[in-house]
């Protein structure tokens, strides 16, 4: 099945800067990549997602950039604000039936004021 | 719209004991999920339904778990008898479809304690 591992585990960055996390899959079918912020004792929410037929969708502040040939992809935050501090993960699902999604082990994320 | 619903908020059970969580998805949403998320990990798929049938169980250990989904709307997902690692949050999302890349919208989540 599909293995996805996520880098860093933990991120300190001061306002105003970037925070990149990446994300690697081991699913070459793997289509779908969705980008989900939790903050503490919140549900998931989704931030954005990328198919693979784009190599990077921009929303504001976030970006996400996907090499399918190196199986990876990232989250980029740009001008960070204290309200991003929350745990971040990413996720991938195959293409195909009954396919599931399946979820990094996630990045705490503390922008600094 | 309204988002998915969940209860209880919070459980603590010894173990052995038995516990039910509930779920009322997006209206409409025919696809539901169960996730275990343990503390610091993300979430792990336990089943997928589409309506009320099931299409992927693979990680459900169901020596002790079981879940339905009756009439293909709220779902409920049972733990018989308990163990101390089944100490988690218990979230549900649901999601308009399953095989159209469909984004997925989580409920607040069970935090489940087993002592």
């Known amino acids: 099945g599909e293995n996805v591992e996520q880098h860093p585990s933990t991120l300190s960055v001061q306002e105003g800067d970037s925070a990149v996390i990446k994300c690697t899959y081991s699913?070459?079918?793997?289509?779908?990549f969705p980008w989900y912020k939790q903050e503490l004792g919140k549900r998931p929410q989704l931030i954005i997602d990328?198919?693979?037929?784009?190599g990077e969708k921009k929303d504001q502040r976030i970006a996400v950039t996907l090499n399918k040939t190196a199986k990876h992809f990232s989250l980029h935050i740009t001008e960070t604000q204290p309200e991003d501090s929350a745990v971040y993960f990413c996720?991938?699902?195959?293409?195909?039936?009954?396919?599931?999604?399946?979820f990094g082990s996630g990045t705490q994320l503390t922008v600094l004021p | 719209e309204a988002g998915v619903a969940q209860s209880p908020r919070y459980k603590i059970i010894e173990k052995r004991q038995s516990v039910a969580f509930w779920c009322n998805p997006i209206?409409?949403?025919?696809?539901l999920y169960w996730y275990q998320q343990i503390l610091g990990q993300g979430p792990k798929l336990l089943i997928q339904?589409?309506?009320?049938?099931?299409?992927?169980d693979s990680q459900l250990p169901k020596d002790r778990f079981s879940a339905e989904r009756l009439k293909g709307v709220d779902s409920t997902l049972k733990i018989q008898p308990a163990k101390l690692e089944d100490s988690a949050v218990y979230l549900c999302?649901?999601?308009?479809?399953?095989?159209?890349?469909?984004?997925?919208?989580f409920g607040p989540g069970t935090r489940l304690l087993v002592l």
């Open positions: 339904f589409q309506n009320n049938g099931v299409v992927d």
């Open positions: 990328i198919r693979s037929n784009v």
């Open positions: 996720a991938a699902r195959p293409t195909g039936s009954a396919r599931q999604l399946t």
């Open positions: 209206s409409g949403h025919a696809t």
């Open positions: 699913d070459s079918a793997s289509n779908y």
């Open positions: 999302a649901s999601s308009l479809e399953w095989y159209a890349q469909e984004t997925q919208y």
